[in-house]
Antibody, heavy 116, light 107 residues
């Protein structure tokens, strides 16, 4: 079964850091571009980041640029999102999604709460 | 940044009704537009890609049309499982963007 599973969410203070991971099963994540998308409480979807298969192309939303870093771990068939300098407004469910080129496979999401 | 505006924000409908959702882009996205469905507590699901192509396993009652700046998603006859939030999404230009969503609720 084709599946994505996110992990690494939790409660963090403003200014803190978290590292999210997205692991794939049933397919090689290395063969697909990947996106991170988030959804704040009661809000709509917000695209966060994109990484190409070769890592040559990486994009970020302006709201996270300079604070978040997306990367691949080929050995673990995973994609990571390093989130630094977290703000209250980063509180959301974070989804990883396969971008082939549209987001046809999504994880169940991991919740990040930024609060003092 | 391309802004996608969805209308209406909310629709109150009954099963069996036909519904058309609108998504308007602030500039042309060609046909690089998708529609996603999100049920409460679930991840989004791809319905339509490239404006008019149904994704794998999506029932034929869902159809998409449009190009450039104006797009529609039509559900020919609402089923109970279709009451959800629908988002349009463009991948024409970075940053990729989503519309604000249309919620279809039971009347």
């Amino acid at each position: 079964e084709v599946q994505l599973v996110e992990s690494g969410g939790g409660l963090v203070h403003p200014g803190g850091s978290l590292r999210l991971s997205c692991e794939a099963s049933g397919f090689s994540l290395n063969s697909y571009p990947m996106n991170w998308v988030r959804q704040g409480p009661g809000k709509g979807l917000e695209w966060v980041s994109h990484i190409s298969t070769t890592r040559n192309t990486i994009y970020y939303a302006d709201s996270v640029k300079g604070r978040f870093t997306v990367s691949r771990d080929s050995a673990r068939n995973s994609v990571n999102l390093q989130m630094n300098s977290l703000r209250v407004e980063d509180t959301a469910v974070y989804y990883c999604a396969r971008a082939g080129p549209y987001m046809d496979v999504w994880g169940q999401g991991t919740t990040v709460t930024v609060s003092s | 940044e391309i802004v996608l505006t969805q209308s209406p924000a909310t629709l109150s409908l009954t099963p069996g009704e036909r519904v058309t959702l609108s998504c308007r882009a602030s500039q042309s996205v060609s046909n690089y537009l998708a529609w996603y469905q999100q049920r409460p507590g679930q991840a989004p699901r791809l319905l339509i890609y490239d404006a008019s192509n149904r994704a794998t396993g999506i029932p034929a009652r869902f159809s998409g049309s449009g190009s450039g700046t104006d797009f529609t998603l039509t559900i020919s006859s609402l089923e109970s499982e279709d009451f959800a939030v629908y988002y349009c999404h463009q991948r024409s230009n970075w940053p990729s963007t989503f519309g604000g969503g249309t919620k279809i609720e039971i009347k």
